[in-house]
């Protein structure tokens, strides 16, 4: 049975600091470089290959291997208009010790609503996501492998998401490369 990261605290963790730290690579925006906290993307992970709208990584968080790919919105919609929020990106990962292959998460930005589920649709296809904080995650864990199925086939991904304090987003993914990206974290993480 795949682990997902909200039922591990230490490896979403530890996933989540890769992830960063691979998302301020991503978002070299004024913003972003104003905020210390974050470690360089050279710290913890290493880019493996660009292709089109998704990049390819590794990092050895805790000496435990994680490979994913990950990708910053093309496009993002919130209501009100006006209202802030950090990047949001989304993921999918590997991490071999944990036997986990190709989980789908995503950061979006700021702290969501409790109890609300996020969307992500791709095409036709629609899949329920289960929210924690500023991270989502598929809620059916057997729906996953189908989701990155019809990711690779898909030409966008659009999340749908509520912050805690009701303000909607919408932000669209290219999947453009992700087929590519996902085939070399394969490589990578065996």
């Known amino acids: 049975m795949t682990k ?5 605290p230490a490896i979403a963790l530890l996933t989540a600091a890769a992830v960063l730290s691979c998302a301020a690579a991503f978002a070299q925006t ?32 805790g000496g435990k ?13 919130i209501e009100p208009a006006n209202k802030k929020r950090d990047p949001s990106y989304a993921f999918v990962s590997t ?34 996501l289960y929210t ?5 995650w598929v809620k059916n864990a057997a729906e996953e492998a189908q989701m990155v199925e019809t990711m690779r086939k898909g030409s966008d991904m659009v999340v749908k998401s509520v912050s805690h304090s ?21 490589e990578e993480c065996k």
Request: proline letters at 6%; a positive charge; one cysteine or more.
């Open 4 to 8: 997902t990261l909200w039922q591990s």
């Open 30 to 61: 004024p913003q972003a470089a104003k905020k210390p906290a974050k470690p360089e993307p050279t710290e913890q992970a290493v880019l493996l290959g660009q292709f089109g709208d998704w990049g390819a990584y590794t990092a050895s968080p």
């Open 65 to 77: 291997k994680v490979c994913f790919a990950l990708s910053k919105p093309t496009s993002a919609v």
């Open 95 to 128: 991490r071999p010790a944990e036997k986990v292959r190709n989980e789908v998460s995503v950061i979006v930005g700021y702290s969501q609503k409790a109890g609300v589920d996020a969307t992500a649709a791709i095409g036709t296809a629609s899949y329920v």
């Open 132 to 136: 924690q904080n500023d991270g989502a």
């Open 166 to 186: 009701g303000a909607k987003t919408a932000d669209t993914y290219s999947l453009k490369g992700l087929g590519q990206a996902l085939d070399k974290v394969g």
